[in-house]
């Protein structure tokens, strides 16, 4: 029981990480510095996705530390009512520590860590949405002197790393039922669904910033980009 409490720190640590990965740094650029992109920067300009994203991510960890808490200290006064409410199928004392949970919480917190390097590397030039903005600099120091694209890494390793939280053997979802209900699978499939369509959009539109980049900076592109061969993972792709 006393392990499980340990959930509750890291999991608001991994929330922390994630709020920062999917939290834009910067206002959306003016229309005269947008670049082109795919189909889908339509999807990916709106705020409205990650907001919701965030949202469910922050219910589900303030539910499962609440889960926690009261399955700990049953003699609180509103422990009966939040076991009963989001405990479905009375099982919280099966809610533990797992390798692939750590593993989640170190993904999701690594992922926010390598978004706020890329949002410091790049200052104001670190959009949302695809842009060339006036007076660009083609950064190539601190994460962008590993990978083209770490900023997509970081969104990986984040929406990855919640998925592994929640869906591991000893989670609050997955030891109480909560898939099983009706919000539950909503939540989950919402997450999912937007999680899926944004990151779709984003894998995609690197061709189109590395295009948008020679372009604008030719000779100095090819030169970082011969010696930074890799897109998002070191020595892999």
């Known amino acids: 029981m006393i392990t499980a409490l340990l959930r509750i720190p890291l999991a608001f640590v991994a929330m922390l990480g994630f709020q920062k990965a999917t939290t834009p740094p910067h206002d959306p650029p003016s229309t005269n510095e947008g670049a082109p992109s795919t189909s889908l920067e339509v999807v990916l300009k709106q705020r409205a996705g990650p907001l919701l994203v965030r949202s469910v991510c922050w219910a589900g960890a303030f539910a499962e530390s609440a889960v926690i808490l009261a399955s700990h200290f049953p003699d609180w006064a509103i422990s009966s009512y939040i076991l009963s409410s989001l405990a479905p199928t009375g099982h919280p004392e099966r809610i533990r520590n797992t390798g692939l949970f750590f593993l989640g919480v170190f993904m999701t917190s690594l992922g926010g860590y390598v978004r706020l390097s890329c949002y410091r590397a790049l200052g104001r030039l670190f959009t949302f949405e695809m842009s060339i903005r006036k007076n660009h600099q083609l950064i190539t120091d601190g994460p962008y002197a590993v990978v083209r694209h770490p900023g997509y890494s970081g969104i990986l390793l984040t929406v990855t790393g919640i998925v592994f939280w929640h869906v591991s053997e ?59 061969r890799y897109m998002l993972i070191p020595g892999v792709y």
């Open 170 to 228: 000893g989670s609050w979802a997955r030891e109480c039922g909560i898939f099983y209900t009706k919000l539950g699978l909503v939540s989950a499939l919402v997450y999912l669904g937007l999680v899926s369509t944004i990151v779709t959009g984003l894998l995609s539109r690197m061709s189109k910033e590395d295009e948008a980049l020679k372009k604008t900076f030719g000779a100095e592109w090819d030169d970082w980009a011969t010696k930074v």
